[in-house]
């Protein structure tokens, strides 16, 4: 159900989401972008193009610069993602954890390292990682550095593709999906989750986001 397609912001061209990794190394118009970018004088560094997804439906390229930290990466996931309540996240990467808030005591001798460190300290080319939002109702992602090159951009982060919304359809009149319910986690037009057995005041609206659905949460507080 559904689909993974996205749009190429380059080129404006249409995607599977197991294309557009391939794609976006080639692009002739992100090449002409990233030279310009390039060419204007500011410091280049190490640019990281990250693959993030959760199943099949959801994902994202973004390119982050290598300096920047798996903070940044973090409040980024959060931001358009994840972000209900302020719960705890974990980065693994190569059975080095890493977590969003300083361990006071290393009682166990195996704390969390702090995601306050540079992309480029911890990641190389094809390392393969995940990151893991809220320990009760948790959201995993996996990750992967689908390569590294020299360059500058214009923020820490930039965005490159994302899947575009999955379409759901009504469990019971298979018209499309506005709601899901978050009990039992249904699907329903803004029609039948009136009558839903479970009652309205546990229907949410389907969100682009792994996290729909789950724990309150109602989608990015800006797009
Ligand atoms: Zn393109
Ligand atoms: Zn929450
Ligand atoms: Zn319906
Ligand atoms: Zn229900």
Redesign the pocket.
């Known amino acids: 159900m559904g689909n993974s397609k996205g749009e190429c912001r380059f080129c404006h061209k249409i995607f599977s989401g197991r294309g557009i990794g391939k794609h976006l190394l080639a692009c002739g118009a992100k090449k002409e972008k990233d030279e310009t970018l390039n060419n204007r004088g500011k410091n280049q560094g190490y640019i990281y193009h990250l693959k993030i997804s959760a199943g099949r439906l959801y994902w994202f390229h973004i390119e982050m610069e290598g300096m920047a930290t798996l903070l940044d990466l973090d409040d980024f996931l959060r931001g358009i993602w994840l972000e209900c309540c302020g719960h705890l996240s974990q980065f693994t990467i190569r059975g080095v954890r890493y977590l969003s808030y300083e361990e006071p005591d290393d009682f166990w001798g195996d704390a969390p390292e702090s995601m306050n460190i540079p992309l480029e300290s911890v990641l190389d080319l094809k390392d393969k990682f995940d990151h893991k939002y809220d320990f009760g109702t948790p959201t995993v992602l996996a990750l992967q550095v689908m390569s590294i090159r020299k360059g500058a951009i214009d923020e820490s982060i930039r965005i490159l593709a994302r899947n575009h919304p999955p379409v759901f359809e009504?469990e019971?009149?298979k018209?499309i999906a506005t709601q899901i319910c978050s009990l039992c986690m249904e699907d329903?037009?803004d029609?039948?989750i009136k009558a839903h057995e479970c009652g309205e005041d546990y229907a949410m609206p389907l969100v682009n986001s792994p996290r729909t659905g789950v724990c309150g949460y109602v989608g990015p507080l800006e797009e």
């Open positions: 009504c019971n009149c018209k329903y037009c029609k039948c």
